[in-house]
């Protein structure tokens, strides 16, 4: 949301893409008078004329923003604009909507929409980064105890052949070998000479991270790839929090 006292503009990022969904401009807001002598002496009411105009307006903003986010799933929100443009708003939301900010950005009201990407994009990154490191925190944690969470390859593969997998989460980029069966999918990091379920062929294969993120996608499971983190590297590069 990019807002000012007198117009606002909504956007939607997805996939590192930005898309302007609508704008609000309220016309006829009283600006500031510079005027002395007599008139100053109204100077406090005709504030306060001006400070009710710029609220309608933002309550306006407000109920087209909830009405927008009621109608599409909207996870985070980033407010842009003046200081006290944005705190203002921050001021009006619902809890339920104000709980998805994620960050503020000073952002011109004029920015064309590449403009205004590349001054969220940083807040996005960031935020993703540390819901990242908790996750994989909150993955090992369970892990160690032994609370419907498993670490590394091998028991993530044991656990998607019960299908007990809730949410795989996975390295970037990390790689593994294993053992595919050519008939039932069957798929294993120990070496085996036949299926032991098909008696089928089992194949060596390089990409049984891969497979595994497949067999997770088919068993209605979440995936989730994490960046750069050495704490669930130094785990294996893969886990899963289980179903039961």
Request: glycine share 8%; proline share 2%.
């Amino acid at each position: 949301l990019l807002v000012a006292k007198e117009s606002a503009r909504i956007f939607m990022v997805h996939l590192g893409e930005i898309v302007e969904y609508g704008e609000v401009h309220t016309a006829d807001i009283p600006g500031k008078h510079k005027k002395g002598g007599w008139f100053a002496l109204s100077q406090n009411h005709y504030e306060r004329h001006i400070d009710y105009h710029v609220g309608m307006h933002l309550k306006d903003v407000v109920n087209k923003l909830e009405s927008f986010i009621g109608g599409e799933y909207i996870g985070r929100l980033i407010i842009g604009g003046s200081d006290e443009a944005v705190s203002m708003v921050k001021g009006m939301l619902h809890k339920t909507i104000s709980d998805k900010i994620i960050g503020t950005a000073k952002v011109e009201m004029f920015a064309k929409p590449d403009e205004v990407l590349k001054k969220v994009e940083p807040i996005v990154s960031a935020y993703e980064k540390k819901k990242e490191e908790e996750t994989v925190d909150v993955l090992i944690a369970k892990a160690l105890k032994n609370e419907n969470a498993v670490l590394g390859l091998d028991s993530v593969i044991n656990a998607l052949q019960e299908q007990r997998v809730m949410k795989l989460i996975l390295v970037k980029d990390y790689k593994a070998s294993g053992y595919n069966c050519n008939l039932c999918a069957h798929i294993s990091v120990q070496k085996v000479d036949s299926c032991p379920f098909c008696n089928g062929k089992i194949e060596a294969v390089d990409y049984m991270v891969d497979l595994a993120g497949q067999r997770a996608i088919q068993q209605d499971a979440l995936v989730e790839v994490v960046h750069d983190s050495k704490k669930l590297i130094d785990a294996g590069g893969i886990g899963a929090f289980l179903r039961f």
